[in-house]
């Protein structure tokens, strides 16, 4: 993802406010607890003496004397830990803060050579600030599997859908492990409400989460971007990046397909993305209301051959289970 220098501040500049922020929360936890809990300041003090104790004899060669003292410093910590539970505080309550613990808010970790490496967080972000994914947040705190629910289905549609469910974990757990060559993708189809986006979702969430890059676009928008880069001359280094962006990113999720105005541009945008991302070796996540022969009538027969060879097909129907959820919340 190739952001420009402004939008690197941008994102700098957002770190900047989270680690603020988790600062003055720590502020207000911890005056909070010396003030509830007296003892406690008193035992911070006398490990505050310690630790210069155990310095100084550190320095003179008294290692077993300052051996002592480290450990009375573990056990003044743990009566520390004991004070903060007995006051009804969990005990981390006075631990650091951090919104994201793999990065601990930097937006970068390192890997087992010791490289420094983008954290999950700043690639989300990466990808919510160039592509406007600004509903992203929201839909990956909503749609997880662990709201994952089987109630809303029934027979057939539950058979379906238990199977759809069944492909779409095999597919975040073979997704760090799996060869390039084996590269998997899904194709989502079925009546609307019958749980497509919602699985598309989960995945995108776990693949995120485990730190590769995900861009997720409904059909709609994805080829609406196309066009506006495609169409103007101006923007060509624009229109590079995005495709670059399309055809590497670790996974690509589709959702919706169909509900796009289908032209002849359309069509063969879609084809090389399906054909660059499979010369790459590039997972992708599709979902669609509309059913195979239909999705031939729409498109081109190679793009429905494509689909039909390199994708793992899962059918899904039933009621729509936005409006049973609603009916059963009512
Ligand atoms: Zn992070």
Redesign the pocket.
Known sequence: MALTQTQYQTIAREYEVIRDNNRELSEVRRFEVLSNVPEYSELEKNIGTLSVKCTSLLLDGREKDAENVREEIARIRSKKETLLMDAGYPSDYLEPIY???????????RDESGALKK????KLKETTLLYEQSNIHEVLDRENFSYLSFDYFEGESLAYYRKAVEISRRFVRDFAIKDKKDYKNILFYGTVGTGKSFLSNCIANEIIKAGYSVLYFSAFALFQKAASLAFDNKRKSELDEFYGDVFECDLLVIDDLGTELTNSFVSSELFAYLNERALRGKSTVISTNLFPDELRDRYSDRIFSRLMSNYEICKLVGDDIRFAKKYKNA
Do not use: A, P
Request: aromatic residues 6%; glycine residues 6%; contains cysteine.
């Open positions: 919104s994201c613990d793999v990065c601990k808010d930097t937006g970068y970790v954290c999950h967080c700043l």
